[in-house]
């Protein structure tokens, strides 16, 4: 297999302040027929990633993914619902611990159902944090999960369980809203957890607009992902695509980390 190494390019961006956006395809939602239209968009205007994955894993992900990696170059990264939904021709695993949830299941169990056969594929594996906060509806991952998500005025509690991933050995934090979330993760809560800790950063669950991706970035998201409103309005893919590309090729000072322009540094 030839080795991407997701991680590595997720490091990378990061450190130059090169924000990322991702495609969730949800094999439950896309039938074959979706699956060339959304194809034929992404060969003109790749996302940084393709991720692949739902909370209710019925369908293999085997099939749509090699039909996609026969289309396409981008790098698909499986956000799987359970051990299921592991596939040895994606290029990454997001290895998903749901923090925020009590359920053995989700935190532990899924992993030992499929490790065998993750270490056997050299798939490249990205221990992950994965904390539910509520999105302002009861989303497939708390209904499937059994799990509560952290109520959204607690920031605290978000921020803490982000450092406990992290103090684990989580390579990535996700904060996740749930699909199709009325309300995205709060600003506030992506701002207080970047500021406790340095792992990147994922955001997703109910981002339907450049303004929302805008405010995830600016507190603090590494990466954006964005899935349910490219189900009903596929044009949309283009348009954040190419938003997220003017946004990086517009980033100074103002959205950059740590970051000192040039100019400045030669006074
Ligand atoms: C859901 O974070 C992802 O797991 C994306 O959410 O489908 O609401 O964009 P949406």
């Not at 026969?70 to 997001?94: C, M, N, R």
């Not at 539910?132 to 952290?150: A, C, H, Q, R």
Request: glycine share 8%.
């Amino acid at each position: 297999m030839n080795k991407k190494n997701i991680y590595k390019q997720i490091l990378v961006n990061r450190e130059k302040g090169r924000k990322m956006l991702a495609v969730l395809i949800d094999p439950e939602k896309n039938d074959l027929r979706n699956l060339a239209s959304i194809i034929a968009i992404l060969k003109i205007c790749p996302p940084d990633f393709i991720f692949i994955g739902g909370s209710h894993g019925v369908n293999s992900t085997d099939s749509i993914i090699e039909i996609i990696k026969e289309e396409i170059d981008t790098s698909v990264v499986l956000f799987p619902g359970d051990a299921s939904q592991f596939s040895k021709h994606a290029d990454a695993l997001l290895y998903l611990s749901l923090l925020s949830g009590r359920n053995p299941e989700y935190l532990i169990g899924q992993h030992i159902k499929s490790s065998v056969a993750i270490k056997q594929s050299g798939v490249e594996v990205i221990p992950t944090s994965y904390l539910l906060i509520d999105g302002g509806k009861m989303s497939t991952v708390e209904y499937i999960s059994n799990t509560k998500p952290i109520p959204r005025d607690k920031k605290e509690i978000v921020c803490s369980t982000a450092i406990a991933g992290e103090l684990l050995g989580m390579h990535l934090t996700y904060l996740e809203a749930g699909s199709g979330a009325n309300h995205p993760v709060p600003t506030e809560i992506i701002s207080h957890v970047r500021s406790m800790t340095s792992i990147p950063l994922i955001v997703g669950g109910g981002i339907c607009s450049t303004a929302a991706i805008e405010a995830a970035f600016n507190a603090g998201a590494d990466l954006v992902v964005v899935g349910n409103v490219f189900e009903t309005k596929p044009e949309k893919m283009t348009e954040f695509i190419h938003w997220v590309t003017s946004f990086n090729e517009g980033d100074t000072s103002g959205q950059r980390d740590n970051f000192i322009h040039p100019d400045i540094i030669n006074l």
